[in-house]
C-alpha cells in the first residue's frame, strides 16, 4: 500500500514537472514568436527605408543622363548596381524605365566632352 501511495505521488510529481516544462517552452516559444515578428516589421521598414533613399538618388540621377543624351561609361556602371539593388529590394516606380531608356543611349568615356 505504501509502494502504491509512493507510486501514485511520484506520477503526480512528473506530472507537473512535466507540464512545468511544456508551460515554459510553450511561453517561450509565443515569447520567441512575437520578438521574431517585432524584427520582420523593423527588416520591412528598414528595407522600405533604403529602397526610397535609392529611389531619391537614382531618379535626379537618370533624368540628368537621360537629358544629357549620352551616359559616361562609369556612371553606367554606378547606375546600374544601384539599379540592382534598388530592384533586388523589390523598387519598381519608374526607375525601371528610365534604365531601360539610358541602356539605348549611347556610352562614352570621360572626357569626351573636350573631344
Request: hydrophobic share 45%; glycine share 10%.
Amino acid at each position: 500500500m505504501i509502494i502504491t501511495a509512493c507510486h501514485s505521488a511520484m506520477g503526480t510529481i512528473i506530472d507537473l514537472i512535466i507540464g512545468a516544462i511544456v508551460g515554459m517552452l510553450g511561453g517561450y516559444i509565443r515569447y520567441m514568436i512575437k520578438k521574431q515578428k517585432a524584427e520582420d516589421s523593423v527588416r520591412e521598414c528598414l528595407v522600405e527605408g533604403m529602397m526610397w533613399i535609392l529611389h531619391d538618388i537614382l531618379e535626379p540621377m537618370c533624368d540628368v543622363v537621360i537629358n544629357r543624351g549620352f551616359v559616361y561609361l562609369d556612371e553606367y556602371e554606378n547606375l546600374k548596381s544601384r539599379f540592382e539593388i534598388y530592384e533586388g529590394l523589390g523598387g519598381k516606380n519608374g526607375i525601371k524605365q528610365r534604365m531601360i531608356m539610358i541602356e539605348m543611349l549611347p556610352k562614352k568615356p570621360r572626357g569626351y566632352e573636350l573631344e
